[in-house]
């Protein structure tokens, strides 16, 4: 059976989280550039790329930046100019040599959904992929946030898709069921998130052992400082040894 990663990041979700919009990353990754300038130069992966919103502003800065996704259909809609910009590849097995990067995003949250071996396997992946000084962008969630303002259930509509989701800590994980029902045909389908909420602590321990020195921690996309009531946590590492 397919994993929640493989089937969810379609039509649907870009529907559902369209108020991720070209505007937060814009203002995201103008604030990664003045904290990390590396990323304006050389080759820069945008990392579960998703629909390029990140990627378009970056390439802006820098011509040699380059996308990767999995889902056929959020790269599918990716502005047009960006395509030849864009990989589709499982972050797993990253087809990419070591020590190659100057630069790696990972923006909305596009890490923790794998088992903890899985994980820390990809955090070892991407510091082996930058070249001594690399950047690493890493805009991941607030566990602590999230679980203490976690609500159960909700309803939404956008367009034409009503999304009718449960939420609960399972485990250490945020999982997240919806049923979305498409309101012009009545048919409905399940959907799944799994989350792994890790502490920053864990996360910065993960990056050390991938030999990543922490430069910066962010708590919003503007570039505030960190607190326990961010929205974000919003890691900049770099590349030690
Ligand atoms: C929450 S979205 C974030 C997308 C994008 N970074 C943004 O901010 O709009 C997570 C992204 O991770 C991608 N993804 C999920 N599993 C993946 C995998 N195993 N390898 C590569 N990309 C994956 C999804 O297709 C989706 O585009």
């Known amino acids: 059976m397919a994993e929640w990663f493989e089937s969810w990041f379609d039509e649907d979700y870009a529907l559902l989280y369209s108020h991720r919009d070209e505007e937060e990353a814009r203002v995201a990754m103008e604030r990664a550039l003045r904290v990390a300038p590396e990323l304006a130069t050389g080759p820069v992966l945008d990392l579960a790329c998703g629909v390029g919103r990140h990627l378009e502003i970056l390439r802006r800065a820098n011509p040699l930046a ?15 100019g960006l395509r030849p910009w864009l990989l589709r590849a499982d972050m797993r ?11 790696i995003c990972l923006w909305f949250t596009p890490f923790g959904y794998f088992s ?14 930058l070249k001594h000084q690399g950047v690493l ?22 367009g034409e898709v009503r999304a009718q989701s449960r939420r609960a800590i399972e485990g250490d994980r945020l999982v997240k069921r919806m049923v979305l029902t498409h309101l012009d045909s009545g048919e409905q389908r399940d959907v799944l998130e799994s989350v792994r909420l890790y502490p920053p602590r864990e996360l910065q321990e993960m990056a050390v052992r991938a030999g990543l020195r922490l430069r910066r921690v962010m708590g919003t996309y503007s570039g505030e400082g960190f607190s326990v009531d961010s929205p974000r946590w919003i890691g900049i590492f770099e590349k030690a040894w």
Do not use: C, I
Not at 68 to 78: K, N
């Open 66 to 80: 380059f996308g990767m996704d999995l889902s056929r259909t959020l790269l599918g809609m990716a502005p047009s």
């Open 93 to 103: 097995r990253l087809p990419l040599k070591a020590g190659t990067l100057h630069g």
């Open 116 to 129: 903890d071996d899985e994980n820390r396997e990809l955090m070892l992946q991407l510091g082996g992929l």
């Open 137 to 158: 962008v890493m805009d991941y969630l607030n566990a602590d946030l999230v679980a203490r303002t976690l609500v159960p259930e909700d309803t939404v509509e956008w």
